[in-house]
């Protein structure tokens, strides 16, 4: 009797505990999950997630009879409704409950969900989480609003969830790490507004650039520290790299420097090289990394035999074999074997042979350290281009990037044509990346071309000041696009004053005129020239001309061109020559000219390698009352002998013959300056033995031997050192009262070049060894700009 009245008291002791609410809840019987607190004004940092549901505790029986939603305001009850596995006519389940809790929570839309019993009735309360209302960032300089907002995914007018804040102060650490700002801090606050919004607002201390303290080699024997810093992309922080950001650490750049070393050491002939790590360590105070490459050189080969296996049929071996640039006994270079298989495949392309696969076969000897190759060739599968993609070119038209290519649907497969497409596209200058790439077709012997483009800025204002001997201090101002309505064409207006010059110019050329591989274009200038220094006079000149150029070959370009233009010469100083004074008046010039240019130079701007040969002819005569045939021959032989050591021959003659008529001064050749260091501007040739004046000359020839060397500065500062010897000569038939003669001038000395953030900066020392007594000699010359 006593056991059954205690376990009587003891189940109406459960479930009177059952049904008494917890501290801080209703109280009603049912389950109950603790509220996650509300967002509350100030700082929330690192966002702290919302605390888990409790497992609800309902005892089970009964029928649910009535199930009440309270506290939505947006959400409608029916989509509350919709979320909860236990509707009017069902039982009472805990499990059922405790999943329909989470599914509710999983909703993202409340704050806090709390589900009781209330006899045959289940209660259903909600508290909504807030709307955003704004979304606003503070502290931030080096990073734009735009670039944050693109990178959070909370938006305005969107429901604010903690969780979700906590991942985007996370994305917006991580964007300020890829600008390499590891010091960054980010806190969020919520801000209270009335009608359950609130306001988001990232706090931002962005701290210091985190720079680069130190890279170190690890295994490295065969070079120095120095050099090798040098082959990677990665640079210390120094205080001249303000204008770089190659000294902020970069993953991305540090998996690039890998290949860069790896490279950098098979072309030394170290082909066991691998780099066994590449650690970046944040230094404790966090402004700055430890850069540490662990690397195993290995032993340096030599190539060994060098053969070639040519299954192709009617194509003899022994002229593929010369086109190698492999040869045995020299040190391996892996850029020499690729460059070989390139070679060999663009000779039989040009025969014909459009499908060939050549495999080198590779043998080493680490006994005595040679490697031997030998080429396969053989003819590869057939395959066919079936459609070339273009991606990303937002602007630029697809016929722009089309026409570059050497590749068109249904024409074999070539990958030299292939890279010959990508780097003719690079060279336009329309684009921050190009990646021509190929892919399977819809059939094994087709295949898609991929062309995917990043633009660029093409559009340029720019404004320039600087000085040169020449033409004393300058400014310049010129508009430019150079792919006008993404079409490629080419506009620019500049403006020019100086000292001594003052020039107006306008361009406009359209790189494929009437759809074919022709550049069309017109110049209209207006030129004013001080003379009065060497000749006692002042020239002006307007006019204009109309062009057209075509190229013949990959490398041999001709050039059309008709000039009509007219020339003044005033301000004749009293003092002058009496041959001066003839010149004065105004004359107009109707003129035919081709310029027909032979290239094979690494780069026509900078060149370190290879050669040029151009001819240019113009005859004056139709029409106007100036009538010549002039000629002008250049040249030039650039080679490199070790990294930034290039030896350059460049020559340039001219002659100018009048037809029934003399030759004015305005068209005479003027030689010395910057055709002639160590000499004035116009500091050679005819001048008049009373007054001094240069006349200018019918032939002449110029021609420089320049050895270009670095100095042992940073090679990213850009600064340069050449030695140069130049010679030539300046001349017209022999006048009385004029001091002429065809001697040889020389002169030699030495330069520097800084390739600075503001623009180019020379200075020249020459000495003349060589001279005339009537010459002008100058010991200096310097010129510099800048454009921003």
Known sequence: MCRAAVAAIVIVLASIEALSPAPGQTPGPGPRVQPAPAPAAGPVPGVAPVPAA????????????????????????????????????????????????KALFATGLFADVAIRREGDGMIVRVVENPIINRIAFEGNRKLSDNQLTAEVQLKPRTVFTRTKVQADVKRVLELYRRNGRFAATVDAKVIQLPQNRVDLVFEINEGASTGIKTINFIGAHQFSISKLKEVVSTRESRWYRFFSNDDIYDPDRLTYDRELLRKFYLSEGYADFRVVSAVAELSPARDGFYITFSIEEGARYKFGKIDLVNQLKDVPAEPLKALLTTKPGTRYNADEVENSINKLTDALGNRGFAFVDIQPKVTRHAENRTIDIVYEVKEGPRVYVERINITGNIRTLDRV????????EGDA?????????QQRIRNLGFFKKVDVTNDPGSA????????????????????????????????????????????????????????????????????????????????????????????????????????????????LRQTLKYTLRKDKIFNVASTASTFIKEEAGSRNTSSVGQVLLYDKRDSPKDPTEGYYFQLATDIAGLGGNVRYLRSVVTGGYFHPFAPQWVLSLMGEAGDILGIN??????????????????????????????????????????????????????????????????????????????????SLRVASGAGVSWASPLGPIRLDLGIPLVRQSFDKKELFRISFGTRF
Not at 77 to 83: A, F, G, H, L, M
Not at 402 to 408: G, I, K, Q, S, T
């Open 54 to 101: 409790a497992p609800a505790a309902v005892a089970p029986g009964g029928i649910v009879r009535e199930v009440r939603i309270e506290g939505s305001q947006r959400v409608e009850p029916e989509t509350i409704r919709s979320y909860l596995l236990i509707q009017p006519g069902d039982p009472f389940d805990t499990e059922r409950i405790d999943r329909s809790l």
């Open 401 to 408: 990037i089309r026409r570059e290519f050497r590749l068109v």
């Open 413 to 421: 497969f070539n990958s030299a044509k292939m890279r010959l497409s």
């Open 444 to 555: 094994p012997d087709k295949t898609v071309v991929n062309v995917a483009v990043e633009e660029q800025s093409t559009g340029e204002f720019s404004f320039g000041v600087g000085f040169s001997t020449t033409d004393g201090p300058l400014a310049d101002i010129s508009i430019r696009e150079r792919n006008l309505l993404g079409r490629g064409q080419d506009l620019r207006l500049g403006f020019t004053i100086a000292q001594r010059v003052q020039q107006l110019d306008f361009s406009f050329t359209e790189p494929y005129f009437l759809g074919r591989n022709m550049a069309a274009g017109v110049d209209l200038f207006e030129l004013t020239r001080n003379q009065q220094t060497q000749s006692q006079f002042d020239q002006s000149a307007i006019g204009g001309s109309l062009r057209v150029g075509y190229q013949i070959t990959d490398t």
């Open 661 to 742: 008529d003399t030759v004015r001064i305005e068209d005479r050749f003027f030689v010395g300056g910057d055709n002639l260091r160590g000499f004035a501007t116009s500091g050679i040739g005819p001048r008049d033995r009373q007054t001094g004046d240069a006349l200018g000359g019918r032939t002449y020839y110029t021609g420089t031997v320049q050895l270009g060397f670095p100095v042992g500065l940073p090679q990213e500062l850009g600064i340069t050192g050449r030695v140069f010897t130049d010679f030539g000569s300046l001349f017209s038939p022999v006048e009385p009262g004029i001091a002429d003669t065809r």
